[in-house]
């Protein structure tokens, strides 16, 4: 199967709202936990407000932590976390909730306020694949995407450029669907045209490489 470009974008950003680049007061969410026991459950939805749930910080179930994708995804639309194998045992989900966030897989819209500022929108710019293998089974696929970076103040812009490309040179080999990240490139520094012209931007890029997909 092929991985998707919005399989991509959600791990992204989910893994950027989990590391509070921007805080959780900023993003508007509130950090809630679920426990419970499960019995050779497959599926599980989350207790409060299901279809709020913007990340899942973490999953543990009888004292060990789940690994998203291998052990684990989540349909954010429905607040259902399904598991690879049934799961049996306490369980702990620690996972944020609201109506709002600052952290999203595409762009600003032009009546935001000042107010509704930081914030980080994830896009992948380019993308090529080549043929790999013998009877050419498999594709290797290489992504481009840029965190776009937005804020009142240029040193404040710059620090959450910082703090992105910190976070994902820190978990460069650790994501799922992203196989290996690395920074590349880094853009100018931009007066937006959100928040009446005075919001400032910078984007930093990224190479996501050796995504191999199979017929």
């Known amino acids: ?30 950090t809630s936990q679920d426990t419970g026991t499960f019995s050779s459950d497959v599926s599980h939805t989350l207790g409060t407000n299901p279809t709020l749930v913007k990340n899942v910080r973490s999953v543990v179930v009888g004292g060990s932590g789940l690994s ?10 429905t607040g259902v976390i399904s598991f690879t194998v049934a799961q049996t045992g306490a369980y702990t989900i620690d996972y944020d909730q609201g109506s709002t ?42 992504y481009t995407f840029s965190a776009i970076c937005y804020d009142k103040d240029q040193a404040d812009v710059e620090g959450l450029v910082s703090d992105v490309k910190t976070a994902i040179m820190a978990n460069k080999k650790n994501l799922y669907y992203a196989k290996f990240a690395t920074p590349t490139s880094v853009g100018p520094l931009l007066i937006s045209e959100f928040g009446q012209n005075k919001i400032f931007q910078r984007n930093q890029d990224f190479d996501v490489r050796f995504v191999f997909d199979t017929n």
């Open 1 to 30: 199967m092929a991985t998707t470009l919005m399989q991509l974008k959600e791990e992204l950003v989910v893994f950027l709202r989990n590391q509070d680049i921007i805080s959780t007061s900023d993003r508007g969410v509130t």
């Open 68 to 77: 998203f994708g291998t052990d684990y995804t989540v349909n954010y639309d």
């Open 101 to 142: 966030d600052s952290i999203y897989p595409d762009f600003p819209q032009k009546h935001l306020k000042l107010n509704q500022f930081p914030r980080i929108a994830i896009d992948i710019i380019t993308s090529s694949s080549n043929e790999v293998g013998i009877g050419a089974s498999i594709t290797e696929s290489d």
